[in-house]
């Protein structure tokens, strides 16, 4: 016999959780690091000093993509408060030969209409981002911050179907890199797109 959790939202009514209820939401999801369009790499590229002192063009941050773990605790009413790991692997022109960037982030989510079956929010957090050859943390890291929106959409009464995108601002210490170019520290900019589905159990 089918787990009644686990059959599809026929209507709207049925849509949205209880407004008394506290839930522990969690999932992994797909993620894409945009950098370049409307963002940019910052010291990782155009302001780079080679070792010997000459300019330096070679970006050694681009775009990429990667996955995510997300854990949050759904609070009665509009908000949502949570934690998310990602890592993914990043385009370094083949200076590094595995470039990964890891991010830690807190979040919270602000739902505009928690009272629709596909419910619009906001977002918005911090955490730390690191940033180096094969996963290293020792190559740089630094403070992060980003502002976002997207969606849920509630699939059963136990799955829900989030996707969003949000504009990060990662400031990273300066560290030299593989090729013996000096990056100094600044601010690099990314978007961050992510499609992901999270499972909803009640606290």
């Known amino acids: 016999m089918p787990d009644l959790a686990d059959l599809p939202i026929t ?3 049925s849509a949205p959780p209880p407004s008394r209820t506290r839930y522990l939401q969690y999932g992994p999801a797909l993620t894409a690091e945009l950098i370049g369009v409307l963002s940019s790499p910052g010291p990782m590229c155009s302001e780079a000093k080679a070792s010997n002192g000459s300019a330096e063009n070679t970006c050694i941050l681009g775009g990429g993509g990667g996955v995510a773990w997300r854990t949050g605790v759904r609070v009665p009413g509009p908000w949502y408060f949570g ?3 990602a890592l993914s692997k990043q385009d370094s022109n083949k200076i590094m030969r595995l470039p ?3 991010q830690l ?3 919270a989510r602000y739902y505009l209409r928690p009272d629709f079956q596909t419910q619009p929010f906001g977002t918005f957090g911090l955490g730390v981002a690191a940033y180096g050859n094969e996963g290293a943390f020792t190559d740089t890291f630094g403070p992060l911050g980003f502002v976002g929106i997207g969606g849920e959409t509630q699939l059963s009464q136990r799955y829900v179907f989030v996707f969003g995108v949000s504009y990060r601002a990662m400031l990273f210490n300066k560290f030299t ?3 013996g170019a000096l990056r100094p520290s600044g601010f690099a900019t990314s ?4 499609v992901g589905l999270e499972s909803r159990d009640p606290l």
């Open 11 to 13: 209507s709207a009514e």
């Open 105 to 107: 982030r807190g979040e």
């Open 177 to 179: 890199d593989s090729s």
């Open 191 to 194: 978007f961050g797109l992510e």
């Open 100 to 102: 990964i960037l890891q």
């Open 83 to 85: 934690g998310a790991y």
